[in-house]
């Protein structure tokens, strides 16, 4: 079952437009890097004032959990996490779920 992976970034407020713009461009990068693992990115910057703080986020689709776990053990995904994403951010927030047809939600 396809799964959607989303993350939410609070940027740290000494990180400038270009920074936050590499950041974006470094996630927006592993959908080529693992081209078999990662089938979607979407991502962009917060306009919503309910955000608590949070600036900046990205979706990722994988097509089972199987996917998702190999992204999140590639040394790809590690090298931006440790090296560009940690660095430059306050807080973030992960939410992982399987996509269900929403006709028949199974909860």
């Known amino acids: 079952m396809t799964v959607a992976h989303i993350i939410l970034l609070k940027l740290k407020p000494t990180v400038s437009e270009t920074q936050a713009h590499d ?6 990068d592993l959908k080529t890097q693992l081209p078999s693992v990662v089938e979607s990115v979407h991502l962009g910057v ?8 949070f ?3 990205f979706t990722m689709i994988f097509k089972d959990k ?5 992204y999140d053990k590639s ?3 590690i090298k931006v996490v440790t090296e560009v994403i940690r ?5 973030i927030i992960a939410f992982d779920y399987e996509v269900e047809d929403y006709s028949i939600p199974r909860l």
């Open 23 to 28: 950041i974006l461009k470094a996630v927006a």
């Open 46 to 53: 917060n306009f919503a004032a309910r955000a608590k703080g």
């Open 55 to 57: 600036t900046h986020g």
């Open 66 to 70: 199987a996917a998702l776990e190999t």
């Open 75 to 77: 040394p790809e995904h």
């Open 87 to 91: 660095p430059n951010i306050e807080d």
